[in-house]
């Protein structure tokens, strides 16, 4: 696929999805409400892909309009306008997202495991968290949103299941994503996603200027993430390979001694972030044996010790913002 072709589709994937790309306050009295199955007390998973590309062309116009009131979270007020539901019908009637939908639909038939699954996170979020709202959970086809494949907005959650479909996935090669990110764009990683978008709303503040801060502002997320899903593999919270993650288990020390030794750990340098927390196939510091990112999987670390001593609830743990504090209290300090 050309750039052009990947923009358009990305505009036309945005449009589709009306005032979801930003993280905002977790309340909001607008947003819409769960759906539950009155049975299991499951959550249902809205699938907004099936419904869309399920719609004839020959009575587009009527078609949407039925199904509009389920999915305004996507299609807003302004749906029957002519240019929305001209570009709406181009969406839909192009024939790569017509081959994309077919690929969603063979490898998600059904979504009852993920149902389960979210049911239960959402559970412990409720009891980690008072007042916390069971978002709506939404699938959609994305046209290859890249950027964003959950969004998490006004207690909706969204999930792009065209950015799921497997490693192995023949059309990411041909996007030009590299192997070191299509390697997590499996289902399995899907949850874990979920939960750390969801993460974001509950930090406070931290603009993370150090890469001490940036550490642990990371380090939160994959804690939480982690906490919500103590059934998952720790490698799928943090989007490694088992290797990776056994390579920064086995040389946790000598990450942590390079970080100090170089007096990296307050650093306001861009390099020393890039290094540390941007993704990428290794670390460079490291061998190529190592993962990416190192720094968010040490401030893990740090948060999963601090979080063991401190006593403080979730909200709270995630709200500090004093990451001095937060290592000091945490009594990190790796074996050799």
């Not at 340098?269 to 510091?285: E, I, V």
């Amino acid at each position: 696929m050309n750039l052009f072709r990947k923009s358009l589709l990305l505009a036309i994937s945005l449009l589709v999805l009306a005032g979801c790309t930003e993280r905002p306050s977790t309340n909001n009295e607008n947003a819409p409400s769960a759906t539950v199955d009155g049975k299991n007390n499951l959550l249902r998973i809205k699938r907004y892909e099936k419904a869309l590309f399920s719609l004839k062309q020959q009575d587009f116009a009527s078609e949407l309009k039925a199904i509009a009131p389920e999915y305004k979270v996507f299609l807003g007020k302004d749906y029957a306008s002519p240019e929305a539901l001209n570009q709406l019908s181009a969406f839909v009637g192009d024939a790569q997202n017509q081959e994309i939908y077919r690929e969603c639909m063979t490898r998600f038939p059904e979504l009852s495991a993920m149902e389960s699954e979210f049911s239960d996170a959402f559970s412990r979020l409720s009891k980690a968290i008072p007042g916390f709202r069971t978002p709506s959970v939404y699938t959609y086809v994305s046209g290859f949103d890249f950027a964003y494949p959950i969004k998490y907005a006004d207690s909706a959650l969204i999930i792009a299941l065209d950015m799921y479909l497997g490693s192995d996935y023949k059309g990411y090669p041909a996007l030009g994503i590299p192997n070191y990110i299509s390697q997590r764009l499996t289902p399995d990683h899907i949850l874990p996603d979920c939960l750390k978008e969801m993460a974001y709303p509950y930090l406070k503040g931290n603009q993370a200027p150090t890469l001490l801060d940036a550490m642990t502002e990371e380090g939160k997320i994959l804690w939480f993430a982690g906490l919500m899903l103590p059934e998952t593999k720790e490698n799928l919270i943090i989007g490694y390979s088992d290797p990776q993650l056994k390579w920064c288990e086995d040389n946790e020390y000598n990450i942590w001694s390079f970080l100090i030794e170089n007096e990296l750990l307050y650093s306001k340098d861009a390099r020393s972030m890039s290094m540390f927390m941007s993704d990428g196939p290794f670390t460079a510091s490291f061998s190529e044996e190592s993962p990416a990112r190192t720094g968010a999987w040490v401030g893990w670390q740090i948060m999963k010790a601090y979080a063991e001593k401190s006593g403080k609830g979730v909200a709270e743990i995630m709200a500090m913002t004093d990451s001095q504090e937060i290592l000091e209290k945490s009594g990190y300090k790796p074996r050799k």
